[in-house]
């Protein structure tokens, strides 16, 4: 209906927003995490240390257990490569990157990109991996984060987010204001 219409497209123009923001912050943490961890795999010698470090970038996609998989990964390889020595010394680095991922990077990034809880994310990563496998887990968060914001903004006021600016006016069906003589309920004589 016409007088929802603002209100549902800031809403739509909020999920969008914060999908963007997700895979923005998202992609920051991957290429950090895959950079740290890529340049110890270099540093040590170990084998395909570029590939793991790609498999790292695409793991930190899926929060909280993709870049702790990719980094398993990268352990048995330095591990199997180099020795005990060398898988030591990379599981330390990736400890580290974990650490500062989630401590830091996370909380600032996509505390500010997508405001939810831990144990929001924590859910929709198990759900999404339990009815979709690999793509559900990839794909959980940021549908969360979408449909929590667009929920957020349709809930709120709508004195709050409907600007002057926001309201289209180029529908044709749109023909100005809504007519009360329609909108009123017929009376026991009319009907």
Do not use: C, W
Not at 8 to 28: E, F, I, N, P, Q
Not at 106 to 116: D, E, F, H, N
Not at 119 to 144: D, E, K
Not at 156 to 174: G, I, K, M
């Amino acid at each position: 209906p016409a007088p929802v219409r603002p209100r549902v497209d800031v809403a739509g123009r909020r999920a969008v927003t914060a999908l963007v923001s997700y895979v923005r912050a998202t992609t920051v943490v991957a290429v950090v995490d895959a950079v740290a961890i890529g340049m110890a795999l270099g540093i040590l010698g170990v084998p395909l240390a570029f590939s793991l470090a790609a498999l790292v970038f695409l793991g930190a996609f899926v929060p909280i257990i993709g870049a702790v998989v990719a980094g398993a990964v990268a352990v048995l390889i330095a591990f199997v490569a180099n020795g005990v020595v060398s898988a030591l010394i990379v599981l330390a680095v990736v400890i580290a990157v974990m650490q500062l991922e989630s401590h830091v990077l996370q909380p600032i990034l996509l505390g500010r990109a997508v405001k939810l809880h831990p144990l929001a994310v924590v859910l929709a990563i198990a759900t999404g991996l339990l009815v979709g496998g690999i793509a559900g887990a990839l794909l959980a968060v940021p549908l969360l984060a979408v449909v929590n914001s667009a929920v957020r903004s349709l809930r709120s006021p709508a004195d709050e987010h409907v600007r002057p600016q926001d309201v289209r006016t180029d529908d044709p069906a749109d023909t100005g204001p809504p007519d009360p003589e329609l909108d009123r309920e017929p009376t026991l004589d009319e009907t």
